[in-house]
């Protein structure tokens, strides 16, 4: 209850709130994202589309976060009753961004639909997470980064999710039914040593564990992996709430109750992440979906560009983690194929088969799922947009698409992805950064890259 006409309010459980008067006349929405101070609380943006809004959310590590704070002007003085949708879970590249003159930076900015003009996308139409503001970029060419392949989805660009059949594609690594499995998603943490007994709650609505099941271990892995057998889109709150259930269960059990007890007993939990790491979701398709067979047999495409340097690394749920939790694993093992590194992805794998002006870098370019274990590390796909940016300058310049470049102007690609980005002398920086080169010059470097997951 409040009776201030103007106050400073403090928010101890999250999410929107709704300041009702007493005479049920007037309503005051909160929206809790737009808090001017979050404070400990997070704002959790990874499932507005399923949610219908961002959140507020304290995941907690045992210890209470700071409260978040907001001034709200009332229309009236009087008794308002408030009421709260709550979620009570126990929060430098930056920079490199900002140094670059042509790069316009838009934070915590969800896009959530398009315009189309035919088969082109005009526009992508984006919302502030905390604000709610609408913002609409209009341009010629847009690139899909967004791992879900949102934008390409929206657009009704042609996409698939889970496994292609071993008829379908021939790889030998594929099932023989084709099935909606993925590779899944992981919410890591980690504890620390203080230096006197720490506590933890008991958290009932976690993961139940007993001595034989429960994880001795002070921090979660890769392997922490959840959902593969669920839509990682459509069930993703879900999924990550799996991941956090694992970590909170299994951590109250270790330090509250089991025999090893003592062992934790000046242990905290340090980190743990509220954004779960996805691995796989939609694949956008291209003029070129590259397979296993391509990557293996090393088959030359005119195209080739970005570099694979990785195995071909899928998961799958622990079979020792289905005997405990079946249906509901949150561990996962990897089989790795390993090939001669240095395999180069055809540039025809970053755009759209059937969306004119879209580009599209990361984890949703147009590949099998097999052939997704090699491309889907951080370095091959930070070239890969390198590789869209240099295909998107010469659209500009010669008033071409990304298709058109492969067929009229591959020459220039060739010469650009030869000169690579360089190491730019980034003003006001002092960062190391080594440059990547797509295919043409990565031949005689050494990749620093050491995948774990
Ligand atoms: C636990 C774990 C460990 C890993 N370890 C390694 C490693 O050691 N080395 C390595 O190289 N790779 C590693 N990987 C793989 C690698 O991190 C991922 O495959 C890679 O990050 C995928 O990058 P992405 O940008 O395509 O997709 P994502 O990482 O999914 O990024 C997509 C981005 O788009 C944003 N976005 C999504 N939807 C929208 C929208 N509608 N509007 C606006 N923005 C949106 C998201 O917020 C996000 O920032 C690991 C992956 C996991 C999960």
């Not at 929206?154 to 999710?161: H, K």
Request: aromatic residues 10%.
């Amino acid at each position: 209850m409040m009776k201030k006409n103007m106050f400073a309010l403090k928010l101890s459980l999250s999410a929107c709130l709704c300041l009702i008067s007493s005479a049920g006349a007037q309503t005051v929405l909160v929206e809790a994202e737009s808090f001017a101070n979050p404070s400990g609380w997070v704002v959790d943006q990874q499932f507005m589309d399923q949610v219908g809004s961002p959140f507020l959310m304290a995941h907690g590590l045992g210890v209470p976060c700071e409260d978040a704070t907001k001034e709200v002007v009332f229309p009236e003085t009087g008794v308002w009753r408030v009421w709260v949708r709550t979620r009570n879970w126990v929060y430098k590249k930056q920079r490199v961004v900002d140094a670059e003159d042509n790069i316009s930076l838009f934070l915590s900015t969800h896009a959530f639909r398009v315009e189309m003009n035919g088969n082109k996308i005009s526009a992508v139409v984006a919302k502030d997470i905390r604000t709610s503001e609408e913002l609409r970029f209009s341009a010629r060419f847009f690139a899909d980064c967004t791992g879900d392949a949102t934008i390409g989805y929206l657009a009704g660009a042609d996409y698939r999710m889970g496994r292609e059949c071993r008829a379908d594609t021939g790889e030998s690594l594929a099932p023989e039914k084709a099935d909606t499995m993925t590779m899944g998603a992981t919410v890591m943490w980690r504890s620390r040593l203080s230096a006197g007994p720490t506590s933890f709650p008991e958290c009932p609505w976690a993961i139940r564990f007993n001595e034989r099941n429960a994880r001795r271990t002070t921090k979660a892995e890769w392997s922490w992996e959840t959902g593969m057998n669920l839509n990682q889109i459509t069930d993703f709150e879900q999924i990550r709430d799996h991941g956090l259930r694992a970590a909170f269960g299994n951590w109250d059990f270790v330090k509250n109750k089991s025999r090893d007890r003592e062992a934790f007993a000046e242990r905290g939990l340090e980190w743990v992440a509220y954004i779960s790491g996805n691995r796989e979701s939609r694949r956008l398709l291209g003029d070129v979906i590259l397979k296993e067979q391509d990557i293996l047999g090393r088959r030359e495409f005119p195209d080739a560009s970005v570099t694979c340097t990785w195995s071909i690394d899928l998961h799958y749920p622990d079979p020792k983690n289905t005997e405990d939790f079946p249906g509901a694993e949150f561990l996962s093992i990897a089989v790795h194929k390993r090939y001669k590194p240095g395999y180069p992805i055809p540039y025809r794998c970053f755009y759209s088969r059937n969306i004119e002006n879209l580009f599209m870098a990361g984890r949703d370019i147009s590949v099998t799922h097999v052939a997704l274990g090699t491309v889907r590390v951080m370095r091959t796909t930070g070239m890969m947009g390198e590789v869209v940016g240099m295909a998107a300058s010469i659209c500009k310049d010669w008033n071409s698409t990304p298709r058109g470049v492969y067929q009229d102007h591959l020459d220039k690609l060739k010469t650009l992805m030869r000169k690579g980005i360089g190491p730019r002398p980034l003003r006001h920086l002092h960062l190391h950064l080594r440059p990547s080169r797509p295919h043409g010059l990565i031949r005689r470097e050494r990749t620093l890259l050491a995948p774990r997951g």
